[in-house]
């Protein structure tokens, strides 16, 4: 290859002119870094297609993305257990599980060894009341035991208060409460719990002589 | 799979089945085959979760199953079927030309089965009836024959297609006789003798209209029907998927159609579109050209809305005939002359017609004007080129350069001698058209994921902001239906600021464009990729 160079040394197939310099000048500078990542157009883009077609099609898209998520094949990963229990965590029902599938695949199709528990669709309502009220059975015993050895001991306000209060939670989750409890409330059949009720005998009954120390 | 491919169909994996399935998927295209367990151990998901995917890929028909490397006795390997991802871009056409072809029954089942996969044509009645009922006036239902004469049509249409038997290694019963197919060839569902036949189920009925207030209760009592109902309406097992290809037809000939209009008129458009009307069941999926039809038979198939004589007709076949754009030639002249519509020929034409309208509105006229000189002339000089074009040198080698850079113009060296010395070689530039339909299908489809990236990160900037709105919509609407005042509710109205809803408005408007410019890109899509498929074929 080196030994033909010197036949022919300055007759080209195309003239010098042609490539945009001449000869001894020197090459255009290359660039040194990738090119812009947005570099300025020189021509504006055509409009986009406008019509009823077009449109049509952009709503279809548009609620086709809206309604797949909440298909289920749209797959989320279930919530890894934090160490921390939340209060928020008995409310939140109907988690995604790892190991259900929430549709019913015909598995004749399917490989047998993607075949997986099919979670059975259930009423939001159905779940919590269903772990609530065993739980709330068994604490209505205890309750009971306890409010009688209070009731017994000590008939400050304050302990009654703390009475009133978990027999008005009871009162609220379980509708046939025991007669029992409505004597507390209910002495003169009013919607006011006569212990709460203060009628301001006691105001003004404690010496004000010493004014040093503020009322508030 | 090239790298702009992968990030397309993991966009759009993510779009509609979540991060989970993408993160599978993705892997899965660019491993090739793998087995679960290995797709469970690589991407350090919980295996519950990879079959999961695997459910909800292999039920859209993206996802491939079959015996592996090892023969049946070994695990099972899965693939990906990437031009089934890619088509979950253009479901909106599907079910647009489904609309308007068969009407709302028609779009709303072709929507229903795209959207689930696969379907039992009991269960698809049923869905949309319901759907139907639900929008018609009070007291009005949609009878399920109707929705099953809509299916009927489909189905002899070839629109809607039965699944491809499903491989018999998961059945244990019938693992002797029908051997697993080899992961690498899937079954054509058209090898199957009654795919487009309908199964006779009895089914009669209305759809239900859903109360808002009973949901729950109807979800669990339509969950238990359904699974008792299907066994009864006798097409248990027998499910039905939409046969894309078909619509790739259907589009192909829609293109073909207005090009003609465009570059003639519509009367001779109606005449392309009376052929091909004419050959849509004769002619096989990858034919280069139609059936020979006869000018006579041609006039008879013709509507008499066109009005078109037979002298005109004979005119106006001449006059396609002639086009340098070939869409249709004649091989012969018996029965008044026989005319068959090239369909690999004007694939290329169109094809070609979509690069010089890339490089004009991206180069310039002038540079369209060069593009397209090569294009015919094949291989020309630089000389050359600055005479044929008559463009002044200096801008003709510039807009060369320009074009060499962005590589859809090559460079073949001819040399005189045996080494390549510069000055003893012929320098001639050229355009192969297959090459660059290639390299601006991958710019597309790099296109259409910078676009969906760009959506998301919208979406995502403003997340704070469409969350709000979407609460006062909520709340808006119950104080609605609860029947309130009108001052309360433009007080809840008020509780988004007026510069709020400017951007509210903005945003909405960028989503909707950067929506309709995919849409656009997939019709150069599906174009390109025709075209490319079409070579294929021939060879």
């Known amino acids: 290859m080196a030994g033909s160079r010197g036949r022919g040394r300055s007759q080209f197939s195309f003239s010098v002119d042609a490539l945009g310099f001449g000869r001894g000048d020197s090459l255009p500078s290359s660039a040194h870094t990738p090119s812009p990542l947005f570099p300025p157009m020189q021509f504006r883009p055509v409009p986009l297609h406008t019509g009823e077609e077009v449109d049509y099609m952009l709503a279809l898209k548009q609620e086709l993305r809206a309604s797949s998520k909440n298909l289920p094949f749209h797959i989320k990963a279930a919530r890894t257990k934090t160490d921390v229990a939340h209060y928020s965590d008995k409310y939140q029902n109907g988690e995604t599980k790892n190991n259900c599938i929430e549709w019913s695949p015909d598995w004749s199709r399917m490989p047998k060894e993607l075949c997986i528990k099919v979670r059975k669709p259930r009423k939001t309502g159905a779940k919590p009341q269903l772990t609530r009220k065993p739980k709330v059975a068994a604490g209505k015993e205890e309750v009971l035991q306890k409010l009688e050895t209070l009731e017994k001991r000590e008939e400050e306000q304050h302990s009654e208060e703390e009475e009133d209060e978990e027999k008005k939670k009871q009162n609220e989750e379980e509708p046939d409460a025991d007669e029992d409890y409505d004597e507390e409330d209910l002495e003169d059949e009013t919607d006011y719990i006569m212990s709460y009720f203060d009628n301001g005998e006691d105001f003004g009954a404690d010496s004000d002589d010493n004014m040093d120390e503020a009322v508030y | ?539």
């Open chain 2, 1 to 539: 799979m090239t790298a702009q491919e992968v990030r397309l169909c993991g966009l759009l994996l993510q779009e509609h089945f979540g991060n989970v399935v993408e993160k599978v998927g993705t892997h899965l295209i660019r491993s090739g085959v793998l087995t679960l367990r290995a797709l469970a151990h690589e991407t350090k998901l919980p295996l519950d979760l990879v079959k999961k995917s695997l459910c909800v890929l292999v039920q859209h028909g993206m996802c491939t199953f079959g015996a592996g490397r090892r023969g049946p006795a070994g695990p099972v390997e899965y693939r990906i079927n990437c031009e089934r991802v890619f088509h979950m871009l253009r479901y909106p056409r599907y079910i647009y030309t489904a609309k308007s072809l068969y009407g709302d029954t028609g779009e709303l089942i072709v929507e229903e089965i795209l959207q689930r996969g696969q379907m039992t044509m009991s269960s698809t009645v049923k869905t949309v009836a319901d759907r139907l009922t639900h929008n018609m006036p009070e007291g009005q239902s949609m009878d399920y024959s109707e929705v099953v004469s809509a299916f009927s049509q489909l189905v002899e249409t070839h629109f809607l297609q039965r699944c491809p038997l499903a491989s018999a290694g998961s059945s244990s019963s019938g693992a002797v006789d029908t051997p697993l197919p080899v992961a690498t060839q899937p079954t054509e569902p058209e090898s199957h003798p009654d795919c487009y036949k309908l199964p006779y189920i009895n089914l009669t009925g209305q759809g239900k209209r859903r109360r808002s207030s009973e949901d729950g209760e109807a979800d669990q009592c339509a969950a238990k029907k359904a699974r008792t109902d299907d066994s009864e309406c006798g097409d248990d097992r027998i499910y039905w998927q939409v046969n894309f290809q078909r619509f790739h037809l259907h589009f192909r000939d829609q293109a073909i159609i207005s090009a003609v209009s465009c570059k003639l008129d519509q009367s001779s458009s109606e005449i392309v579109r009376t052929m091909l009307r004419m050959s849509e069941v004769t002619t096989p999926a990858h034919a280069a050209f139609t059936q020979a039809l006869s000018a006579n038979e041609i006039f008879r198939a013709l509507l008499s809305s066109y009005n078109i004589a037979r002298p005109i007709l004979d005119q106006y076949l001449s006059l396609l005939v002639d086009d340098p754009m070939e869409f249709v030639g004649k091989t012969g002249d018996s029965g008044g002359g026989m005319y068959v519509v090239n369909l690999h020929r004007a694939l290329a034409n169109l094809a070609r017609a979509t690069l010089e309208s890339v490089v004009q509105e991206r180069f310039g006229s002038r540079s369209a004007r060069i593009f397209r000189l090569l294009l015919r002339k094949r291989h020309l000089e630089q000389k050359q080129v600055e005479d044929f074009a008559m463009i002044p040198a200096k801008e003709a080698k510039d807009m060369l350069y320009k074009l060499l850079s962005e590589n859809l113009v090559q460079l073949q060296e001819i040399p005189k001698t045996p080494d390549y010395a510069p000055s003893r070689t012929f320098y001639l530039y050229t355009v192969n058209q297959l090459p660059t339909a290639r390299l601006l299908l991958q710019h597309s489809y790099k296109t259409v994921g910078n676009l969906m990236e760009r959506r998301l990160y919208e979406t995502k900037e403003n997340k704070r902001l469409l969350e709000k709105s979407q609460r006062i919509e909520a709340i808006l609407a119950s104080l609605q239906a609860t029947g309130a005042e009108a001052a309360q509710l433009t007080e809840v109205e008020e509780m988004i600021t007026v510069p709020e809803r400017q951007q509210l408005e903005s945003l909405r408007h960028h989503i909707n464009k950067l929506d309709s410019s995919e849409n656009q890109v997939d019709e150069t899509i599906f174009l390109l990729k025709s075209y490319i498929n079409s070579t294929q074929a021939s060879r």
